[in-house]
């Protein structure tokens, strides 16, 4: 059997496969032996992250709420207790006995309540926009924002206290100021048809 050159085929007419070869195993490469300024740049690395705590290293969490784990209020609900029953002891007993001091503590209260409201309005901003617009056009929709879904649950603790002891004063207030706008309104539109 004569085998044809040149055409890559044998004398029958079967093409010939060529042969597979294996490429030799290649000699693990020698690990880089550390210099001594490798060997203190290591240790001067690990001394750094032992120094600092775990807390500062890690990257950061989301919130609370978003994680879904569980969240110990055992605190939050011991600040609201002390909270309550000071602020409760100053309005309605007989620890304040002027009326000028009680009127001027219960300012400050309703300057803290406008605040709240103010930096309750801008959080709902920062979480989602439809949230602060509901808050600026819905009233008191800015408590319900700070109860249901806001993070901030020393926040939470110290308002919800506050405004159980001064809410009457609260709800006064906003009631006076209700009235004097609708009178207000009124009068400019009799005002305007006469």
Known sequence: ????????????????????RLAAPKAPEKPVALTDAGREAIERNRKVRSFFPKRLTRPAKPSRRRRGGPVSVIRYWILFIVTLLVSAALRWGNIVSQQSTLDIMIQV???????????????????????????????????????????????????????????????????????????????WIMSGAG
């Open 1 to 20: 059997m004569e085998k044809s050159q040149g055409n890559g085929t044998d004398s029958e007419g079967t093409p010939k496969t060529p042969a597979i």
């Open 109 to 187: 209260m309703l300057i803290y309540f406008g605040l709240l409201h103010v930096g309750l309005v801008a959080q709902a901003f920062h979480d989602d926009v439809f949230q602060g617009v509901l808050c600026v056009f819905i009233p008191f929709y800015s408590v319900y924002y700070m109860l249901r879904l806001s993070d901030s649950l020393a926040l939470r603790a110290v308002s919800t206290g506050l405004f159980l002891s001064f809410g009457y004063d609260l709800i006064e207030f906003l009631t006076a100021v209700s009235l004097e706008t609708y009178e207000f309104i009124n009068r």
